[in-house]
């Protein structure tokens, strides 16, 4: 069975910091990009970062670029969204996902974790 488990969500204050953790199981980790995504109040769900498993290559979407950071680390099937100066646009539902490659579309997602909160004070 694929899990996907988000955790590390909560609330921050703007300009603050919070990292997201993606616990991965049931599938062959490192062939997998996994992303991170998030849906706001009343939008659509986004693209906000990605990362091939077995090559370290990744995404951000140019909203958080400069401010995010995504992270592997292999050995524990575990996927990491460092969050800093955050704003309060960034408040969202934020899941993780797992599909083949980073830029694939979003319909086409097999896999997706239940998704945590993620709420920034201004």
């Not at 997201?20 to 199981?25: E, G, P, R």
């Not at 970062?49 to 292999?74: H, L, Q």
């Amino acid at each position: 069975e694929v899990r996907l488990v988000e955790s590390g969500g909560g609330l921050a204050q703007a300009g603050g910091s919070l990292t997201l953790s993606c616990a991965a199981s049931g599938f062959t980790f490192d062939e997998y990009a996994i992303g991170w995504f998030r849906q706001g109040p009343g939008k659509a769900r986004e693209g906000v970062s990605c990362i091939r498993n077995n090559t370290g290559s990744t995404y951000y979407a140019s909203s958080v670029k400069g401010r995010f950071t995504i992270s592997v680390d292999n050995a524990k099937n575990s996927v990491y969204l460092q969050m800093t100066s955050l704003k309060s646009e960034d408040t969202a539902v934020y899941y993780c996902a797992a599909y083949p490659r980073c830029n694939y579309p979003l319909s086409l997602i097999p896999y997706w974790g239940q998704g945590t909160q993620v709420t920034v004070s201004s």
